[in-house]
């Protein structure tokens, strides 16, 4: 069974960088999508970046509220999936979850349908 164990979650000013890691076990994410979501206190859970990694081309889609700031890619060696979040803004405080999708899934809407396993989470804070 996947198992996923977020890691790398804190503390950021604003203007910051953070990078969060998703160690998978148990299944290679080369079988899945995976994804970030984020959920703020009050609001819903959402999705914020996807990938497929199938070797030599990870396709990747973002939220509006990241695209230019916020980069997910994959380690296949690691079975890892990363988060890297720079140009960090209050409003990115949240606890962020790594979530995947059996087999290749290239919408959020697709993605919110197919999620069958999520991590523990992790906190960002960010202050300015």
């Known amino acids: 069974q996947l198992r996923l164990v977020e890691s790398g979650g804190g503390l950021a000013h604003t203007g910051g960088s953070l990078r969060l890691s998703c160690a998978a076990s148990?299944?290679?994410?080369?079988?899945?999508?995976t994804a970030w979501f984020r959920q703020a206190p009050g609001k819903e859970r959402e999705p914020i970046a996807l990938?497929?990694?199938?070797?030599?081309?990870?396709?990747?889609t973002y939220a509006d509220s990241v695209q230019g700031r916020f980069t997910i890619s994959s380690d296949n060696a690691k079975n890892t999936v990363y988060l890297q979040m720079n140009s960090l803004k209050t409003e990115d405080t949240a606890v962020y979850y790594c979530?995947?999708?059996?087999?290749?899934?290239?919408?959020?809407?697709?993605?919110?349908?197919?999620?069958?396993?999520w991590g523990q989470g992790t906190q960002v804070t960010v202050s300015s």
């Open positions: 990938i497929n990694s199938r070797g030599d081309t990870d396709p990747t």
């Open positions: 979530a995947v999708a059996p087999g290749w899934v290239s919408t959020f809407y697709a993605l919110r349908q197919e999620v069958n396993g």
């Open positions: 148990g299944a290679s994410l080369n079988s899945y999508s």
